[in-house]
Structures are given as C-alpha cells and as structure tokens.
C-alpha cells in the first residue's frame, strides 16, 4: 500500500506471485528499518556493529526506488514545460541531485510503512473538509441519483447549488468493504487511494495541490512524535463529539499527553 502511494506501483507484498526483485525490496526495507531500531537503542555503541549487509540493502533498496524517482522528476519538468510553455535548459547536475533527493524522500515514505494506511483510514472517517458544494454554471445532469429507486439522472440547472458531503460518501456503501463506520486501516491492503470514492482532497480540476506535500508532512510529523516521545496517551476524557466550522473538529479538543 505504502509503495503503491509513493512509488505509484505495488510491491504485491500480499501476492504469490511477487517478483523477486520485489521480494528482496521489501526484505531490503524490513531490515533497513530493524536496523535502524537497533542502532537508536544501541548509541554510540552502533559503531562497533558490522555495516555491510546495512550497507549493502541500503544500496539495494536506492537502485530499487531509483527508476521511479526519474519518472516522477521527468513528469515534474514536463508539468512545469506544460505551465511555462518554454522547454526547460538541461541541467544535467540540477536533475540528478532532484532524482537523489526524490529517492531519499520515497524511501523515507516506505520506511515510515504504516502509517499512510493510518492517515487514509483517519481522513477517510474524519476528512478535513466535511462538506463541499459546487454551482452549475450550465444546465447539467448528474448521472444518478433521480427516480424511485436512485438510479435515473437529476437535473441541475444552471445556477443550482450541488452540496456533498465527503463524510457521508465515506461512510456509506460497500465500496470500503465491510463496516465502514469502523476505523481499520488494514483495509487499505486492498483498497487505492486513487478509488473514485475517496475525496479528503476532492478530485478533478480543483483538487487539492497540497494534498502529497500534507501527506508527506502528516507523516512526518507522526514519525517524529514516536521518535522523540517514549509514550503518546489518550487523555480524552469526553467522547469524541464532531463539530463543523470551516474544518471537522472535535468539540472537546484532542488532549494527547507525550512523555
Ligand atoms: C490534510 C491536509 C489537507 C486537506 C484535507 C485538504 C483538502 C482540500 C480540499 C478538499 C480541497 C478542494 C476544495 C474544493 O473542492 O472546493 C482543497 C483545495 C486546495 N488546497 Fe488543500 N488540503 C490539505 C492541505 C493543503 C496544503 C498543505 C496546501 C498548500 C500547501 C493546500 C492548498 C490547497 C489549495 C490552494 C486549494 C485550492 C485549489 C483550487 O481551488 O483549485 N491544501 N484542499
């Protein structure tokens, strides 16, 4: 799940039919992150443990990530071509540091391994923008939604006001498999962040531009509170109680305690 959001391809960690290439990917990535457990424990004393097979995955697992890092910085000079209109000037240094830089940024998304399976889960039950509402610049129609049982098209003239809720959308249906209402981030194993369903940062023209930058920060910043803090509580005394404003919040407030 965590490759198939940075990397835009799966590792089929779940398939029989895993590459091996693959498999030593992901084997690249378990050892690189007990490793890096170990040595945190280990301080100072982490110079006196042998470097090669760390050295070695970590080699591994950078020409593995390294052909995708391309692509996304080749699609970043073309979208960037395409806004400009003038063909950027080679810098051949320029690009090669910005593929460097790119493969470090997507390993560091892989290491930090669960938690986009976390984030998806908590912005799918709680999305940041509850409500959001379009107006028909034109006669239009919506494709379903009419007729007794839903499944004729609605008329929105121009000038209607068309409210949707990415809470509800959330919520309801099958199409997050069972029991939707429940937070269990697991599902994402099988589910894509790409699904037309799933809209925290809407979709189409006006998505958010800000959602992979939040995304990386939102990690970030998870892994950082467990790195620095030994224990992270729940001191929330009163239920969970949803509040709108511009955001979903929560009317209590979210008291964490860190130690
Ligand atoms: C978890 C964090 C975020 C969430 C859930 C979020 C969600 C959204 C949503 C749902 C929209 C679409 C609004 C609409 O359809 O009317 C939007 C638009 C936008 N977001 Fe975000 N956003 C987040 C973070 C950010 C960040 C970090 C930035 C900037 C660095 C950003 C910049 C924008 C901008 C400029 C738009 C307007 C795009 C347009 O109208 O064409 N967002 N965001």
Known sequence: MQAQFSLGESVDAQSFNQSEEKKQFV??????????????????????????????????????????????????????????????????????????????????????????????????LFPAAVLNARVANKHSTLPTGGGADGSLPVLVRKGDIVVFSTWARHRLGKDFGENPDKFYPERWENLSPEMPGFIPFNKGPRICPG???????????????????????DYNTKEWTERISMTLENENGVLVGLE
């Open 27 to 124: 084997e690249d990535l378990l050892f690189l992150k007990k490793r890096i457990v170990q040595d945190g424990f280990r301080g100072p004393l982490r110079h006196f443990s042998p470097k090669g097979s760390f050295l070695r995955s970590c080699r591994r697992a950078r020409e593995y990530v390294t052909p995708y890092a391309m692509r996304q910085v080749e699609q970043q000079i073309s979208n960037q071509e395409k806004n400009d209109g003038i063909p950027p000037t080679p810098d051949h240094n320029k690009r090669d540091k910005e593929i460097s830089q790119c493969t470090d940024q997507d390993l560091s998304i892989l290491l930090a391994n669960d938690s986009i399976s976390t984030t998806l889960s908590a912005m799918r």
């Open 211 to 233: 959602q992979q930058y939040a995304l990386v920060v939102l990690t970030y910043i998870v892994t950082r509170v467990f790195q620095t803090f030994s224990a992270v509580s």
